[in-house]
Structures are given as C-alpha cells and as structure tokens.
C-alpha cells in the first residue's frame, strides 16, 4: 500500500509543474532553524577542542601573558614530555589490558548465549535466560558498585586489573546479548538447516556460520563496549587504589589533582589519553558511530 | 565443549549450556550484587571490618537526613533541565544532519567528537576552561566570561547542565539522524503539494513520525541522567556546598568518603527504585522497547 501512495504522489508531483525550490524537504536549505543550530553547536563543540589542542603546546610561562585563543608563538612538546614522564605509558597499558580483557570475553560469551537464544527460541530455560539479560539493562553500575566491591576484596582482587575487568564483563553482557541476538537472528534457516545436514555440530555451526555471518555486528558491539570499558571511570576509582594499577582516566584525575595550576600540562594529558580513540574515528568513523548507538537506533 | 550435542533435531534444550558461561558472569557481578544491595541496606558496614545486621538503622538515618531530600531534587533538577535543553537541540541537530548535503557530512565529523572523550576528561577539560583565574574567560580578559563559575551554587548547576548537554547531544543527534532519514520523503512531497509551509510540515509530518524516537531519547535520557556520576564528581565533586549533588553522588559521599556502607546502600537502593520506575512511566507514554532504557553509567 505504501509503495501504490508513493507511486499516485509520484504522478501526481509530475503532473504539475515542479515548484523552484523544492530541494531535501528532510533538512533541506531552507530550514533555516536546524541551519543555525548546525553552525551554533560546530562553534560549541570546536572552541574548546581548538583550545585544548593549542594550548597543549604552550609553555606554562606564556600562556598567562598570552590571549588564549591565539595559537602558540613557540610550540613545545615539554607539556607532552611531563604528561609521558608522569607514567602514563603504565596507565595507557593498563587501560589496554583492561579494555581487551574484558571485551573479548564479554563478547565471546555474549555471542554464544545469543546464538543458544535464537536457536533455541523454544526452551524455556534460555527464554528466562534472555529476560534476565534484558532486565540487566536496567541495572545501573553505580547503585551495584558497593556490593561490587564486596564482592572483590573477598575474591582478593582488590587493587588489581583483574578486579576491574570480572564486572566489567558482566555489565557488557545484557546490551551486547541483545544486539547480537537480533542479527542472528536474521540469519536465513536454510542456512543453519544446510549445516545440520551436512552433520555440523552446534559448535562447529556457531563458530564457522554464525559468527562470520554476523562479523559487522560483532564489531559493533566489541566498539560500543570497549569505548565503555575505555572511559570507565567509577570501577577503577573504586577497586584500585596503587597509582601503578590505574587505568587512563583515574590517571588523568589524579594528574589534575596534583598539577592543578599547570594548564597546558593537564591539556596535553586530555589530548595525549584520548588519542587512540581518535585515531580509531579517523581509520573506521562509521564503525565507531553505529558501535555508539548499538542497540539504540536499530 | 564436551558436550557435543548432535542430536539437535526438535530438542534445542542442550543448547542452554552455551549460555553458561555469560550467565555465570552476569550473576555473579550484577545479579547477586543487586540483591546484595538491598541487603546490605539492612547492615552496618564501614568498608573494611565486619558486616553486621542492623535492621533499620540505615534507612531511618537516611530518610530523616533533609540531605535525602535535597539530593532527590538536585537529581530531578538535572534531569528535567538537561532532557529540555538537550532534547530541542538533539532534535534540530539530527534534522540538520539528516540532510545529505556534503558539508553537513564534513561537520557531522567534528560534531561527534564529543562521544570519544570520557567524561573525567571533560569534566577536567572544563574545570581548566572554566577557572576564574586561569580560563578561557581571564586570559581573554572579559570580565562577564571570568566568572567563579564553579564557585557559586547556582553558576555551577548551570554548567553541569552545559556540560552534560555538550557531552551527550552528539549521542541523541545520532539517534534522531537515524530516526529522520527512516521517515519517508513522499509524505514531505504530499504535504508540499498540499501547500504545508515548512514550519506546518515539520510539526504535523517530522514531530509525529520522530514519536518513537523521542521516546527512546528521552528515555536514555532521563533514566541516563540518574547516574552521571564520574562527570560531576570530577567537575564540581557535588559543590559547591551540596548544589550538585546528585543522588549517585551521594551516594558514594557517604559510602567510600563517610564509610557509612549502609546508608550508602539505602541510597542505591531507591536509585535503582527510582529509575525503574521512570523506565515503566515512560514505556507507559509509548515506549515501544523498555530494554533499551539504560545503558550504564558511561
């Protein structure tokens, strides 16, 4: 019915003379509205990323007796040469093991679980499973970081990169499950049906059909949680507490604390942690982007 | 992965083991420390020694503290005002950026970078740009811009606004983008024919279809706004006096600063109260999909 409205408007617009101006009625050139907040919240955005950007490379001396907004007369490196002497290699390797020691798996068990829901969608044990995992959405980390907590000091895991990485498992599980389980569940039957003919075992299906049919979303996933686990800043500043087991954004924190009074240095540490995930938008923006609003958009 | 159930026809049951090893995770960190919360509610427990049950002590201290109340309304605050600055700009932006024009794609580039930033490194960004001696506004040297910004109770609470605004509006732009481009373009070409002006079109064609969308935003949103926690914390650390602290944050005031684990508790535990209830008041409104009311933190 949609497409015959489609085609009647369609005549209909050719029958008669087409109006001048009718370019992108979706956001078009005259919706002037959307074209002021455009440019409004490019100003928003780029002033302070432009200052943070400039003034890293500004000694600390001259950057009192300077206007802000002017780019630096002498570039220097010195802010980013204290940033790396203040251990920050330590802390970016930290974020790095946490990150991928909690992705990996999270996502490895979240695809299995899914694939046990789709392709059992008849078991009422797994049904009771998904809804758990859905219900999970709705669980904050903040009001479970206390029994979190607990729970980590008794295992002995207090103070170590493990400790951050355990729950930071579980809380990856619910959005990742759901994710995955909708995309797989979009693989055609003939295919599964073809494998189970050819005498495949579930596992061997799961890993050789499933799981490359449904890559994209396996990468999406894998962004949207390590973003996450990346910036996380509540597990670290509860669970450690040596300054060697921070990860970089706790890093950045005490950094700030400690340096309060030195602009550029605490600038150069903002640019310096988020680096890496500014290259990863530059070489796969589109990844990165449906990876942010995973499960949110679809 | 002994198990090796090849005898899938009709019974998928076997299947189940698959989802062992994400259910275990899930339990064990989110599960279990949910209802540890609650129970832990009932105790006294100072973070290091014993725990031990003392019934209702912890929530008769907290719900005669006035700083329960007040925390309440603080919370309710940032939610109210950052969905009404957020969702109109959200809106129009993802109107904007749903147009295919090529300079749109090029600011849409600069737009999100916002999303890759953590927020202890927005938080630190702004507490840098803002200061009153150092900042942006005193090195420009205009007096209206070189404010005590984080100073003064009712300055502070409007940056937080800001900051979180700048911080997800890119994240919500992305959603409504999405939501925009699914709208389809001969409805636009059939009101135009009907001569609907492009302020008529928006409100009876854009508004109407965008229902879901900005019911799954505002859920985001608001169910989101309960846990900033890691960006107020860096930025004002609930100041000045208590003017923005939230109720996450005071939770963790009195958990982790006042080793009071028990109230702490109590405060998790209607965090969690309250935003379950939101989550259902607002499927209520419509809401086609109540998991995707929450993602951590973050």
Do not use: C
């Not at chain 1, 904050?140 to 170590?160: E, F, G, K, N, V």
């Not at chain 2, 904007?96 to 890759?116: D, E, S």
């Not at chain 2, 005193?138 to 979180?164: P, S, Y």
């Not at chain 2, 996450?248 to 935003?275: C, E, H, T």
């Amino acid at each position: 019915m949609a497409t015959t409205l489609t085609q009647q408007q369609e005549q209909a617009a050719a029958a008669r003379p087409r109006p001048t101006t009718r370019q992108g009625a979706v956001g078009g050139h005259r919706n002037w509205l959307a074209g002021v907040a455009g440019w409004l919240w490019l100003a928003v955005v780029v002033i302070p990323i432009y200052w943070i950007v400039i003034t890293s490379f500004k000694l600390q001396s001259s950057y009192y007796a300077t206007n802000p907004l002017a780019p630096p007369t002498e570039p220097t490196l010195r802010n980013y040469q204290m940033v790396i002497e203040a251990d920050f290699a330590q802390y970016f390797i930290n974020s790095l093991i946490v990150t991928l020691g909690a992705v990996i798996p999270a996502v490895l068990m979240s695809f299995m679980a899914s694939y046990a829901i789709v392709r059992s969608a008849s078991s009422r044990v797994l049904r009771i499973v998904n809804s758990l995992f859905l219900m999970g959405l709705a669980i904050p980390l903040q009001a479970t970081i206390i029994p979190i907590y607990l729970i980590i000091i008794r295992l002995h895991l207090y103070d170590s990169l493990l400790g951050m990485i355990l729950p930071s498992i579980a809380f990856a599980i619910p959005l990742s499950v759901l994710v995955l389980s909708n995309f797989i569940r979009d693989v055609p039957r003939e295919l599964f049906e073809s494998m189970r003919i050819d005498g495949a075992t579930e596992w061997a299906t799961l890993w050789r059909l499933a799981f490359p049919l449904t890559r994209p979303a396996v990468v999406t996933v894998a962004i949207y949680n390590a973003l996450t686990i990346w910036n996380g800043f509540l597990l670290p500043l509860i669970l450690t507490q040596s300054p060697d087991k921070r990860t970089l954004p706790l890093a950045l924190w005490a950094f700030q604390g400690q340096y309060s009074v030195n602009v550029p240095a605490i600038l150069a540490s903002v640019v310096l942690t988020t680096l890496p995930i500014l290259i990863l938008y530059v070489v796969g923006r589109r990844q990165l982007l449906s990876g942010l609003t995973a499960g949110f958009s679809r | 992965m002994s198990v090796t159930p090849a005898t899938t026809r009709g019974r998928h049951g076997s299947l189940a083991w698959l989802a062992v090893p994400a259910l275990v995770f899930f339990v064990g960190f989110a599960v279990i420390p949910l209802v540890g919360v609650l129970a832990l509610s009932f105790t006294s427990w100072d973070g290091i020694g014993d725990i031990s049950v003392s019934g209702f002590t912890s929530w008769h201290a907290v719900l005669t503290d006035p700083g329960l109340p007040h925390a309440l309304w603080v919370t309710f605050l940032v939610m109210a005002l950052s969905w009404a600055v957020q969702t109109p700009a959200s809106l129009l932006l993802g109107v904007f950026l749903a147009g295919r024009q090529r300079y749109r794609a090029v600011l849409a580039v600069l737009y999100f970078v916002p999303l890759l930033l953590s927020s202890a490194a927005i938080a630190i960004t702004y507490k840098a740009l803002l200061d009153p001696n150092f900042g942006l506004g005193a090195g420009l040297g205009i007096e209206l811009l070189a404010q005590d910004w984080l100073g003064e109770a009712h300055l502070a609470f409007g940056i937080v606004i800001f900051v979180v605004s700048w911080q997800f509006i890119p994240f919500h732009s992305l959603i409504y983008q999405a939501g925009v481009r699914q709208i389809p373009r001969s409805m636009y070409e059939a009101a135009e024919l009907d001569g609907a002006g492009r302020v008529r079109r928006f409100f009876s064609i854009t508004l109407p279809q965008l229902k879901y969308t900005i019911i799954t935003s505002s859920t985001l949103m608001v169910v989101g706004s309960l846990t900033f926690f890691d960006l107020i914390f860096v930025l004002t650390e609930g100041g000045p006096g208590d003017a923005t602290r939230v109720l996450a944050l005071d939770m963790y005031k009195r958990g982790f600063q006042a080793n009071l684990m028990g109230p702490a508790s109590a405060i998790a535990v209607i965090l969690v109260l309250v935003g379950l209830a939101l989550a259902l008041l607002l499927r209520r409104l419509g809401g086609r999909d109540p998991s995707s009311s929450q993602m951590e933190g973050a």
